[in-house]
T-cell receptor, first 116, second 115 residues
Framework: AQKVTQAQTEISVVEKEDVTLDCVYETRDTTYYLFWYKQPPSGELVFLIRRNSFDEQNEISGRYSWNFQKSTSSFNFTITASQVVDSAVYFCALSEVNSGNTPLVFGKGTRLSVIA | EAGVVQSPRYKIIEKKQPVAFWCNPISGHNTLYWYLQNLGQGPELLIRYENEEAVDDSQLPKDRFSAERLKGVDSTLKIQPAELGDSAVYLC?????????????FGPGTRLTVL
């Protein structure tokens, strides 16, 4: 069965520090998609990135970057030069493809607090 | 383009009372999802609709929960009667199609408190 583990429950950093949020996943499927969502205090989950299992290239979007490594089943998320507005709960999620339309499975989230 | 709309944002009721949540997905999105998010947890799927058909409701507690999407657009999730353990955030999401590759876009959620 698919599973997503976000071992860091809470992280606190000072503004302008870099921070990495870890995500480890389990799946028996050879084809799957990984996602990151941000949930600010307002409650809405904001989509950040989607990555398929055949694309191991790292991705950078502004201050955000993602490191996908199939060898370690990890999809880590780094925020460079963190800002107070980055404070939120971040969720990693997994969706299998070949196992049918399985639900999107989320980790428990990592609460990031960026202190000014 | 408007995102997923949910109402109400907050609801406080006493146990054994009924409650209903409403969701309007992004225009043109065929698939609609209802999720339950308990405190400190990630969202968990309750039900998935493709147009007006519920294609995955295996996680919906059918003794007290019901949902409908009559015209394949907006949807209502109902709890009757509510129990203390139902206190949580109820999230609605939509996607263009219902495949595993599709990105789901979420609404702000309804925070339910059952007293």
């Amino acid at each position: 069965a698919q599973k997503v583990t976000q071992a860091q429950t809470e992280i606190s950093v000072v503004e302008k520090e870099d921070v990495t949020l870890d995500c480890v996943y389990e799946t028996r499927d050879t084809t799957y998609y990984l996602f990151w969502y941000k949930q600010p205090p307002s409650g809405e989950l904001v989509f950040l990135i989607r990555r398929n299992s055949f694309d191991e290239q790292n991705e950078i979007s502004g201050r955000y970057s993602w490191n996908f490594q199939k060898s370690t089943s990890s999809f880590n998320f780094t925020i460079t030069a963190s800002q107070v507005v980055d404070s939120a709960v971040y969720f990693c999620a997994l969706s299998e493809v070949n196992s049918g339309n399985t639900p999107l499975v989320f980790g428990k989230g990592t609460r990031l607090s960026v202190i000014a | 383009e408007a995102g997923v709309v949910q109402s109400p944002r907050y609801k406080i009721i006493e146990k054994k009372q009924p409650v209903a949540f409403w969701c309007n997905p992004i225009s043109g999105h065929n698939t609609l999802y209802w999720y339950l998010q308990n405190l400190g947890q990630g969202p968990e799927l309750l039900i998935r609709y493709e147009n007006e058909e519920a294609v995955d409701d295996s996680q919906l507690p059918k003794d007290r929960f019901s949902a409908e999407r009559l015209k394949g657009v907006d949807s209502t999730l109902k709890i009757q009667p509510a129990e203390l353990g139902d206190s949580a955030v109820y999230l609605c999401a939509s996607s263009l199609e219902g495949t595993s590759t599709d990105t789901q876009y979420f609404g702000p959620g309804t925070r339910l408190t059952v007293l």
